[in-house]
């Protein structure tokens, strides 16, 4: 597996990753820029992106890149409809260009996607959406807006945003380190962490940090 960052797209400073395995290759979020993201993917074959929640800055190149490839995408159920609407997606609270778009496939948590000769595991982490997500494929995790390094996602409404520390971040630690293990993480902003160093340093994770112990 090899990871390629492209970051800071666009004034929102978010980040999208190529994951690739010999020339085939999987996009984690799709941000603007659109023609930069297909200049980076290269000759890579791209078989699908998978969005790792609904807000415009993850999604507002997925027309483009889908129609450019011919590839698959992928959103967790409870984030389809921003997909589909533009106040949820916040396209409308940012004053962006909307049109609904249609054809996903939907992940739920637990789900393990085959793509390009590797495994992707979906972790339902809500809080920054209802239905965000954290993506692990062997020592990584794609965390999008719900763990970065240094802080955490911001809350847009969220119903579930109380969760986001408590239940969310806390499976991360839960059920990908309680062997001992360590992950890097990949953030939808923002430079990349791991998972023991966060743990340690995050100032929004303090609680966490006296009531799990890693070994």
Known sequence: MQIKTIPEISDFKSNAYIVS???KAVL??????APRILKEL?????????????????ISALREIVAATGCDFYISDDDDIMLKDPVPSLSKYFGM??????GEKNFTDGDVLHLAGMDFRIISTPGHTDGSVCIQCEDVVFTGDTLF???????????????????????????????????KICPGHGETSD?????????????LKDTIKLN
Request: charged share 30%.
């Open 21 to 23: 395995n010999g020339d």
């Open 28 to 33: 984690i979020d799709a941000p603007f820029e």
């Open 42 to 58: 290269g000759e890579l074959k791209l078989e699908a992106v998978l969005l790792t929640h609904g807000h415009v800055d993850h």
């Open 97 to 102: 260009p909307f049109s609904p778009f249609e």
């Open 149 to 183: 390094k240094g802080s955490i996602g911001r809350n847009f409404g969220s119903r579930t945003y109380r969760k986001i520390v408590d239940y969310s971040i806390r499976r991360l630690y839960e059920e990908l380190c309680s062997n001992g293990r360590n992950y």
């Open 195 to 207: 998972l023991r160093a966060e743990l340690e340093t995050n100032p929004f994770l303090a609680n």
